[in-house]
Structure formats: C-alpha cells, structure tokens
C-alpha cells in the first residue's frame, strides 16, 4: 500500500483534506490494488498515503496539467513561477489568459500563480471556463521550493489524467480503493453550487457518483467518500454504504463562527474509527 512517510501539497485548494488527510488514511481499507482519486484537488489524501500504485484524475484538464508538470517539470515550472509579480494588474491578465493558447508548462505555473494569489484560493470558472475569482492581495510565496521537489518525487510512480469521475470509478478492479472527495453539495442550496469545472456540478453528477460507486463496490472495489452534512447526501449515499461523521472546519466562510462543522463520509466496509471521526448509528 504505501511507499514512504507522508509528504503536503503544493496547492492549498478549497475543500482539500490537508488537515484531515491522516484521519482519512487511518480508515482506509486493507487494499492490495491500487489507489485512485478521481477528484484530484490538493491530493492531499494521496502525499499522506503514498501508495506504490495509484491513478489520479480530474475533469479540471488545468489542475491536471499541472500535477503532470510538477511531476516531470518541476524545475521548470518554478523558473516560470518566478518572472510573474504579484501585482492586480498582472493577476487581472493571468486571469484571462485563455489556456488553449498556452503551454502546458504555462498551464501548470498559472494554476498555481492564481491558486496562491487569488481570494482564498478558490477555483471558480464560468460557464465558457473564464476564471472568475477576484484578486486576494496575499504577501506569500507562490511556492516552497522543498514542498515542490518533494512533490515532484512523490508523483514520480503515479498515472495523472484528465477524465470524468464515472469513467475513472468504473476503471476500478477488485482490490483497488477509490477515494472520492467531489464538490460538495452545498449547505445553502445548489444555487451557490461550487463552479470548478465548466459544466458544473449537480444533483445528477451526485446521483451519478453513487451509481457508479454501487457498481465498483459490487466488483469488489473499496470505496470512500466525503460530502457535507446534508440531508440530500444523508439520503442518497446513507441507503447504501457505511456513514460516519468527520469533525471539519471552513475556511472559506467569513463568518468565524461558522467554520466548524461536520463532514460525512461513507465507505462500503467497517473503518477503523479514530477518535476524530464518529459513526452513525
């Protein structure tokens, strides 16, 4: 299962399981195949567990560029890194900039860039796929060279591609375990629904998730999931798989008080449960 201590991320993206990423490894199921993440994020998940064999994928075709660049290119995408200043006017042009026009090296440094430099880090794009995140005035490095090198070795053994979630779950053989860490269904409705991909995230996308979640569990894959508490994803994940629930906090709501809260998260076997996790009754 895994290959060496854990490593972080070179992205803080939000909604990433940085700060619950040891909790989420220590439930993970006795698996003898690989590990897949078809929601790739931060991959949070995946530098704690470090598995000697693993798929990540995403349909953000620029997130995953940019683990393909820092994987093979590392260097590379620092030296870009560094010839683009922190300044509104140059974030309001990175932000428009179109990628099919870029590089995939460029891709990766733009991830990046915008990632560090936009408010709270947060990965919004419109309906055409313009980012639409405003400027985050943030005085911090784009990066930590160490953080970055060690990433880079840390993906050197994994298979990263672009693809949909459905397509990568169904690609799961017996033994595998899949983690799944989509975009949440929101606490305030769908209307404030998070927009990280073009197409969007919905309902259908949650009821297809579970579908397809029931077929790999049928086939003998191990399956874990996180989504917020709501009673949408209580009903629709609940009638079918193991549910507990994950003390979490939000750093994206602006109102303090309203930072912690809880996660569910629902496997297709009996977790060890460590103390920051409860399970349902």
């Known amino acids: 299962m895994s290959l060496a201590p854990s490593e972080r991320s070179f992205l803080k993206w939000v909604g990433g399981k940085t700060r619950y990423a040891s909790t989420l490894v220590a439930i993970a199921p006795d698996f003898s195949g690989a590990y897949r993440e078809p929601f790739l994020g931060s991959a949070a998940v995946y530098f704690e567990l470090r598995p000697t064999s693993s798929a990540l994928s995403d ?22 890194l560094d010839t683009m200043p922190n300044t509104p006017e140059y974030f309001d042009g990175v932000r428009r900039w179109s990628p099919a026009d870029l590089s995939d090296l460029e891709r990766a440094a733009r991830v990046i860039y915008l990632n560090k ?16 995140t405003p400027y985050g005035a943030y005085d911090r490095p784009y990066y930590n060279r160490n953080t970055l ?17 459905e397509a990568a779950i169904d690609q799961a053989q017996p033994g595998d375990w899949v983690y799944l860490d989509p975009p949440y269904v929101p606490l305030g409705g769908w209307a404030d629904f998070k927009r990280y991909t073009p197409g969007q995230f919905g309902e259908d996308d949650h009821m ?3 579908a397809a979640m029931r077929r790999a569990d049928s086939r ?19 009638a ?19 930072r912690n809260s809880w996660d569910l998260v629902f496997t297709n076997y009996e977790p060890v449960v460590p103390e920051q996790l409860a399970m349902a009754p």
């Open 59 to 80: 349909a953000n075709g620029e997130l995953v560029a940019c683990f393909q660049q820092v994987k093979e290119n590392p260097l590379d995408v620092m030296d870009l």
């Open 149 to 165: 090198l060690r990433a880079s070795r840390a993906l050197a053994d994994a298979t990263i591609v672009e693809s949909d979630f």
């Open 240 to 258: 079918h798989f193991c549910e507990a629930r994950l003390a979490t906090r939000r750093d994206i709501n602006l109102v303090s008080s309203k």
């Open 117 to 132: 430099t936009s408010f709270r880090g947060l990965w919004r794009v419109n309906r055409s796929g313009g980012f639409n």
């Open 220 to 238: 003998g894959v191990f399956v874990t999931l996180t989504n917020s508490d709501t009673e949408f994803v209580r009903e629709l994940f609940g």
């Open 208 to 210: 297809r998730l579970c």
